[in-house]
Every structure is written in structure tokens, then in C-alpha cells.
């Protein structure tokens, strides 16, 4: 191989390389937005839950605010599974099993009759296709948990 061709791959090589990290800071840094975007909301979801009078004046004016406390409390959870389930923590495969131990708590399957909607537009605004996933393993586990026999 002569001189310069070895010269060209480096420097074909490095600046390959160099692509590839930019690609995964961007990558790194939307995780990083995405988290402090997520622990904002935990935070604001962890207040009305646990505070009557915040949770009275965010209420829906047909539902009580225990209720609604008791909503957001499931909300909370099902944030801290998506946004694991977004950042790749919990597998694609894995989702069901966790959405199917929410969905046994009567507060999920709560919010989740409740606030589906809400959730399912806000992943058709975001085209956002792991949000998509997280909302179909959501309803599946909420339908065999309301169909479910008494007891199982």
C-alpha cells in the first residue's frame, strides 16, 4: 500500500471516529434533557399526589381530589416505567411483564381508564414510537386485568 493511501485511511478512519462520538453525545445529551424533563414532572406529580390542597386545585371539577391524588400517584409510576422503558433500561420484551404488575393495582387501572387518552395523544403529537410501544403494553395489561377473573 503506498504512502498516501494509508494516509487517506487514517484519515478516513478518524474521521470516522470522530462522527461517531458526535453521534453519541447528541445521543447522550437527549437522554440527559429527557431525564431532567422526566424528574420535573415526577416532582410536580409527587407534590399533587401527597398535597390535598395542590391536589384540589388541579383536579378535574368532576373528580375528587383523594381521587385524583390517588390517580397521579399511579401516573407517577407509570412515568418512572416509561421513562426507564424510553432510556432503554427495560427492554421492549420485558415491558409487558412490568405493565401487567401496574395494571394488578386498582389506582393504575384508575388513572389508566381515566388519562389513556391523554397519554395516547401525547405520543401521536410526538410520533414517538417507544411512547407508542409503552401505551399498547399499558392497554393490553389494563384489558387482561379488567377481564380477568375476580381474584387472579
Not at 97 to 102: E, I, R, T
Not at 120 to 140: I, L, P, V
Amino acid at each position: 500500500m503506498k504512502v498516501s493511501t494509508g494516509i487517506l485511511l487514517t484519515g478516513v478512519s478518524i474521521v470516522g471516529v470522530g462522527v461517531a462520538r458526535v453521534s453519541q453525545e447528541a445521543r447522550h445529551q437527549r437522554q440527559r434533557n429527557e431525564a431532567t424533563l422526566a424528574r420535573n414532572q415526577l416532582d410536580w406529580l409527587a407534590q399533587v399526589s401527597t398535597h390535598l390542597e395542590t391536589a384540589a386545585t388541579w383536579a378535574p371539577a368532576d373528580m375528587e381530589p383523594t381521587a385524583y391524588q390517588a390517580a397521579m400517584g399511579a401516573n407517577r409510576l407509570l412515568c418512572m416505567i416509561s421513562l426507564r422503558h424510553r432510556l432503554g433500561v427495560i427492554s421492549d420484551k420485558h415491558l409487558p411483564h412490568f405493565a401487567q404488575y401496574l395494571m394488578r393495582s386498582p389506582a393504575c387501572r384508575a388513572y389508566w381508564k381515566r388519562f389513556s387518552t391523554v397519554r395516547e395523544e401525547e405520543a401521536t403529537n410526538e410520533g414517538s414510537a417507544k411512547a407508542a410501544a409503552f401505551n399498547a403494553a399499558m392497554k393490553r395489561a389494563y384489558t387482561e386485568a379488567v377481564d380477568a377473573p375476580a381474584g387472579h
